[in-house]
């Protein structure tokens, strides 16, 4: 555990490919009713400009290492998981960490990324299985729990540049995320 409270964990397994989560207590379970669908803006909004570089930069210097960054959530965490070889894994590690904690949350950026919200509501809505989860879990709970992990229609697009960068503020913080 670091000093700000980062816990970080490795274990060697030998493996070119290294494989490092960045799992952070964020969650759609801490979303209320003034951020509903926010962690699924957020989970959209993975690799857009940081404090430190531009999205153009962030991809072709992924890009140039091998590397894969993918964003996923829970009810629990957000859940950011980068791949790429092992001896490149400290440089990539600094653009994941400046996507995770800095963000900067460039107004337009964020407009143009509701695009990438629809297209991802519309194949979530083609798989019943997940469309049915999603229903149940709503049903089986109350409070954050009950919250879903994708955005309602009408919420699309209406999560500002201010609500992203509140919403990391206040949950994206070192003592509650892990890289391993």
């Given at each position: 555990k670091l000093p700000n409270g980062l816990v970080v964990t490795s274990l060697e397994n030998y493996s070119p490919v290294a494989r490092i989560a960045i799992v952070v207590k964020g969650g759609a379970r801490y979303e209320?009713?003034?951020?509903?669908?926010?962690?699924?803006?957020?989970r959209n909004a993975a690799g857009l400009t940081t404090e430190n570089s531009t999205t153009f930069g962030i991809t072709k210097n992924l890009e140039h290492l091998g590397a894969n960054l993918t964003a996923s959530t829970t009810r629990d965490h957000l859940v950011y998981v980068l791949e790429c070889n092992r001896d490149d894994a400290a440089k990539a590690l600094k653009y994941a960490t400046d996507i995770v904690f800095f963000?900067?949350?460039?107004?337009?950026?964020?407009?143009?990324?509701?695009?990438?919200v629809k297209l991802d509501l519309a194949k979530f809505r083609q798989k019943q299985e997940a469309v049915l989860l999603e229903a149940l879990h709503q049903a089986a709970f109350?409070?954050?729990?009950?919250?879903?992990?994708?955005?309602?229609?009408?919420l699309v697009g209406k999560h500002s540049h201010k609500k992203l960068a509140e919403y990391v503020k206040n949950h994206v913080t070192a003592p509650r995320a892990v890289i391993s």
């Open positions: 209320d009713s003034s951020n509903f669908g926010v962690t699924h803006a957020l963000p900067a949350f460039k107004p337009w950026e964020v407009s143009d990324a509701a695009g990438r109350r409070g954050g729990l009950a919250n879903s992990l994708f955005l309602q229609d009408f």
